[in-house]
């Protein structure tokens, strides 16, 4: 098997990032549309890991033998402290995949639902503690995101 060249390994990497927020994010929106303004049932929740679960198995069918189809920084940074991974390489893998962040439009998907107030309100009881509070960090994302999507 030839070995990889460096553009191609951080080309595949970004795609698959691309591809899982795409289609894995993507999912959440696509289905607050669908649903009007009813909150998600235990199987729409199912849905939304069934399309991360898909993308997933996807790229690694078609990026896994290009860049290991690391797709999360996290993943490639614990590969490189396991001794797996080269840490040459991790800027390089962590550039493309922080790079997808910033090209696509992950925003513009979270506000396609065109109901920043209500469709905050429903992810409510996703990010909550098991005692049902809400979590500062939780509540600051939800926050940041429905402002930007007045603007």
């Known amino acids: 098997m030839d070995e990889n060249r460096m ?6 990497e970004f795609l ?6 795409f289609v894995g994010v993507g999912s ?3 289905l607050a549309i669908a649903r009007g303004d009813q909150p998600f049932t235990g199987s ?11 993308v997933v198995i996807g790229t690694v069918y ?7 189809n690391h797709i999360n920084p996290a993943v490639t940074v614990a590969l490189a ?3 797996k991974f080269p840490w040459r390489d991790v800027p390089g893998y962590l550039g493309a995949q922080v790079l997808v962040l910033l090209l696509v439009p ?3 998907l979270h506000c396609s639902a065109r109901r920043p107030v ?28 429905s402002s930007r999507c007045s603007e």
């Open 7 to 12: 553009w191609q390994r951080l080309a595949a």
């Open 16 to 21: 698959g990032t691309a591809f899982l927020v």
């Open 28 to 30: 959440v929106p696509a």
């Open 44 to 54: 729409e929740l199912g849905f939304i890991s069934l399309s991360f679960g898909a």
């Open 62 to 68: 078609v990026f896994g033998y290009i860049s290991g």
């Open 81 to 83: 402290a396991t001794g």
């Open 106 to 108: 992950s925003r513009s």
């Open 118 to 145: 209500s469709w905050a309100s429903e992810w409510r009881p996703m990010v909550t503690s098991p005692s049902g509070r809400h979590s500062p960090l939780s509540s600051s994302v939800l926050s940041f995101w």
